[in-house]
């Protein structure tokens, strides 16, 4: 493995990891969102929280797809495979896409099993 392949693979693993923690923060809000509603106190906070839910939402989403194109950089094609097609390209990114999901959700996993969040 040449030195571009590991970055480019060490890049996607930290855009899977900071996924993983707008997803974290992503369920939080949601969490908090579906606790506090009908309770007058909090009625105030919940279109920012709505807010921050969808900013982490996006952010989550965005760095997956980034992860699934860093993980097709630094590769290798030989020249006896010929030119490729769009269809697998397509269908590389969404394998390399369906990776960084499996990634992104077992940091996740890996989170609830180290800091046991406590539930609001």
């Known amino acids: 493995m040449n030195a571009k392949r590991l970055l480019a693979i060490l ?3 930290a855009l899977m990891f900071g996924a993983s923690c707008f997803a974290v923060l992503w369920m939080d809000a ?3 969102i579906s606790g506090w ?4 106190q909090y009625e105030s906070k919940i279109p ?7 900013l982490w939402e996006v952010l989550a989403i965005a760095l997956l797809f980034m992860a699934a194109f860093a993980l097709g950089l630094g590769k290798r094609v030989a020249a006896s ?3 490729t097609t769009w269809t697998s390209l397509l269908f590389g990114f969404l394998g390399r896409l369906r990776i960084s999901v ?3 959700v077992l940091f996740v996993l890996l989170f609830g099993a180290i800091f046991r969040l406590p539930s609001s």
């Open 30 to 32: 949601v969490g908090k």
């Open 102 to 104: 499996i990634g992104a």
């Open 81 to 83: 495979d010929g030119p």
């Open 37 to 40: 509603t009908g309770l007058p």
């Open 48 to 54: 920012e929280l709505r807010w921050q839910a969808t």
């Open 11 to 13: 890049t996607a693993l």
